[in-house]
């Protein structure tokens, strides 16, 4: 059987900590967009995102990271996947 690798390609991410809580800087524009918009990402009474995902809805919480991928489209991803796979740029 054949092995692969990932291509190394570079994306945006943040981390979600809650509604009216970011450290350092604000949300990133793409974000905020998106929730401001009623895009693909809504926060529920319980700080938690619900994501338009091409999957279908998926939910983030607290802790976990929103990608933005190559092609525009947003998906959650857990703490230990995101730092098993991402390295910062």
């Known amino acids: 059987m054949a092995s692969y ?3 190394p390609i570079v994306i945006e991410a943040v981390q979600w900590y809650g509604k009216y809580s970011y450290p ?3 949300w ?17 009474g319980d700080n938690t995102l619900l ?4 999957e279908g809805e998926m939910r983030a919480d607290i802790g976990d990271w929103v990608i933005k991928g190559v092609k525009g489209e947003f ?15």
């Not at 998906?75 to 740029?89: G, L, Q, R």
């Open 28 to 44: 990133p524009d793409w974000f905020r967009h998106q929730v401001n918009t009623m895009g693909q990402i809504g926060i529920t």
């Open 51 to 54: 994501i338009g995902t091409l």
């Open 24 to 26: 350092g800087d604000e």
């Open 75 to 89: 998906y959650p991803c857990k703490p230990d996947i995101f730092e098993a796979t991402y390295e910062a740029v």
């Open 5 to 7: 690798r990932k291509k």
